[in-house]
Nanobody, 125 residues
Framework: QLQLVESGGGLVQPGGSLRLSCAASGFTLDYYAIGWFRQAPGKEREGVSC????????KHADSVKGRFTISRDNAKNTVYLQMNSLKPDDTAVYYC??????????????????WGQGTQVTVSS
């Protein structure tokens, strides 16, 4: 059974950092493009970052560029989202998703095949 499990969310003060993990089971992440998405209450789902499968090229939304970094550790079958300089507007449930392709843009969530259950990130003082 193919499964993605996010972890690492929590409550953090503005300006703080968190690292989210997306662990895969039942399949090898090496061959999948991975994206991170978020959804805040009352708002539409928003693409945050994506990473390609082979050359690990990355792309980040303007709203997080310079603050968030997506990376992958194929040996651990895990993708990470390092989030620095967090703002209250970053509060949301964060999801990772996998696409059986070399690259899948975070602006097109419909292209992703598998989704995790999400992890809550709350930025508040």
């Amino acid at each position: 059974q193919l499964q993605l499990v996010e972890s690492g969310g929590g409550l953090v003060q503005p300006g703080g950092s968190l690292r989210l993990s997306c662990a895969a089971s039942g399949f090898t992440l090496d061959y999948y493009a991975i994206g991170w998405f978020r959804q805040a209450p009352g708002k539409e789902r928003e693409g945050v970052s994506c990473i390609a499968s082979r050359d690990s090229s990355t792309k980040h939304a303007d709203s997080v560029k310079g603050r968030f970094t997506i990376s992958r550790d194929n040996a651990k079958n895990t993708v990470y989202l390092q989030m620095n300089s967090l703002k209250p507007d970053d509060t949301a449930v964060y999801y990772c998703a996998a696409d059986d392709d070399y690259y899948s843009d975070y602006r097109r969530p419909g292209g992703y095949d598998y989704w995790g259950q999400g992890t809550q990130v709350t930025v508040s003082s």
